[in-house]
């Protein structure tokens, strides 16, 4: 049997009438669904359903909102395919920042249930340290890491700004308070670097997080998590997790705040399983497209829509 890597998208890859497709075609899908509004019910002001599968679009983008459905339609797509085709052997998994919790959850180290609780209390707990401090997030095309780290020590001042997302070559993010993020605009192209800001609710992964690090601390201490059944890529080293429950834990603090290395796992893990079949799962293609500047021999089989049917 042929042994399979999962891929599993982070925030930015939500949008409307995302996993309705795989709920109308899968019993499976359409039960995470159903779960999912049950464990949450009114608290996003409508059922977490309904936000995926019809908007609007400004509440799904949403960091409190957004995090919830992603994990959700992940997870469903992934449930469904496994209904279709029968249990996959698992090389390995690996998700980007929120992802890394559909990781997790895939390889076994605690409930869809408890994931989701988790991703909730995440979502909102940045989405309130976003909106404690002005912030926001700059893409950087042509930069590596070097680079990146020069252009945010030039342009930092007092405030703060760091490297935060290592996507893929020639492309990383940087994140800091709102002013830094200006000034980095401005002086990208004196570094021969083009500079983008993204909508975003503030600088993730950065230590404007760290509110949120601590509340996510409290609750990932009172979270049951097992020892993976499968290696699972740890955004923070850029290789995988260890065993250790405790050390996850500590990993999963430490992401709110450290920059995500999704190059190196991806790397790393087309390193370590060099004959695994590699699928996305839903929303979206955006793993596939930063894999194709990763290692263009790996070509994931993306699963944003469910395969049509023969009639």
Same mark, same amino acid.
């Given at each position: 049997?042929?042994?399979?890597?999962?891929?599993?998208?982070?925030?930015?890859?939500?949008?409307?009438?995302?996993?309705? %497709?795989?709920?109308?075609? !899968?019993? =499976?899908?359409?039960?995470?669904?159903?779960?999912?509004?049950?464990?949450?019910? /009114?608290?996003?002001? %409508?059922?977490?359903?309904?936000?995926?599968?019809?908007?609007?679009?400004?509440?799904?983008?949403?960091?409190?909102?957004?995090?919830? %459905?992603?994990?959700?339609?992940?997870? =469903? !797509?992934? #449930?469904?395919?496994?209904?279709?085709?029968?249990?996959? $052997?698992?090389?390995?998994?690996?998700?980007?920042?929120?992802?890394?919790?559909?990781?997790?959850?895939?390889?076994?180290?605690?409930?869809?249930?408890?994931?989701?609780?988790?991703?909730?209390?995440?979502? #909102?707990?940045?989405?309130?340290?976003?909106?404690?401090?002005?912030? !926001?997030?700059?893409?950087?095309?042509?930069?590596?890491?070097?680079? %990146?780290?020069?252009?945010?020590?030039?342009?930092?001042? /007092?405030?703060?700004?760091?490297?935060?997302?290592? +996507?893929?070559?020639?492309?990383?993010?940087? !994140?800091?308070?709102?002013?830094?993020?200006? #000034?980095? @605009?401005?002086?990208?192209? /004196?570094?021969?670097?083009? =500079? $983008?800001?993204? =909508?975003?609710?503030?600088?993730?992964?950065?230590?404007?997080?760290?509110?949120?690090?601590?509340?996510?601390?409290?609750?990932?201490? +009172?979270?049951?998590?097992?020892?993976?059944?499968?290696?699972?890529?740890?955004?923070?080293?850029?290789?995988?997790?260890?065993?250790?429950?405790?050390?996850?834990?500590?990993?999963?603090?430490?992401?709110?705040?450290?920059?995500? #290395?999704?190059?190196?796992?991806?790397?790393?893990?087309?390193?370590?399983?060099?004959?695994? /079949?590699?699928? @996305?799962?839903?929303?979206?293609?955006?793993?596939?497209?930063?894999?194709?500047?990763? +290692?263009?021999?790996?070509?994931?089989?993306?699963?944003?829509?469910?395969?049509?049917?023969?009639?």
């Amino acid at each position: 049997m042929i042994n399979t890597i999962f891929l599993c998208p982070g925030q930015g890859a939500q949008t409307v009438g995302m996993g309705h %497709a795989w709920a109308q075609s !899968s019993p =499976a899908a359409k039960a995470v669904f159903d779960e999912a509004d049950a464990i949450l019910g /009114d608290s996003l002001g %409508a059922p977490l359903s309904s936000l995926c599968f019809g908007g609007p679009t400004d509440t799904l983008n949403r960091t409190d909102v957004s995090q919830p %459905a992603i994990y959700t339609a992940s997870i =469903a !797509s992934y #449930r469904a395919l496994v209904e279709q085709r029968g249990a996959f $052997t698992i090389a390995a998994t690996a998700g980007l920042s929120l992802g890394e919790y559909t990781a997790l959850c895939i390889a076994g180290a605690f409930s869809f249930a408890d994931g989701l609780k988790l991703v909730a209390l995440r979502g #909102r707990a940045m989405q309130d340290a976003a909106e404690a401090v002005p912030s !926001s997030m700059v893409v950087l095309i042509g930069a590596d890491e070097d680079k %990146a780290n020069a252009l945010c020590d030039a342009a930092r001042a /007092d405030d703060i700004l760091v490297a935060a997302n290592f +996507n893929a070559p020639g492309q990383v993010v940087i !994140s800091g308070s709102a002013a830094a993020c200006d #000034r980095a @605009e401005q002086l990208a192209p /004196d570094h021969s670097l083009r =500079a $983008t800001r993204l =909508a975003v609710a503030g600088a993730f992964h950065s230590p404007i997080m760290q509110p949120a690090a601590d509340r996510l601390r409290e609750a990932l201490a +009172n979270t049951s998590i097992n020892t993976p059944a499968c290696p699972v890529a740890a955004n923070v080293t850029g290789t995988t997790h260890e065993a250790d429950p405790d050390s996850i834990r500590q990993r999963l603090v430490e992401q709110l705040t450290s920059p995500v #290395r999704w190059a190196a796992n991806c790397a790393h893990l087309s390193e370590s399983h060099t004959d695994a /079949d590699w699928h @996305e799962l839903a929303p979206g293609k955006s793993l596939a497209g930063m894999m194709r500047r990763i +290692n263009k021999a790996i070509k994931p089989t993306t699963h944003d829509q469910p395969e049509p049917t023969n009639a």
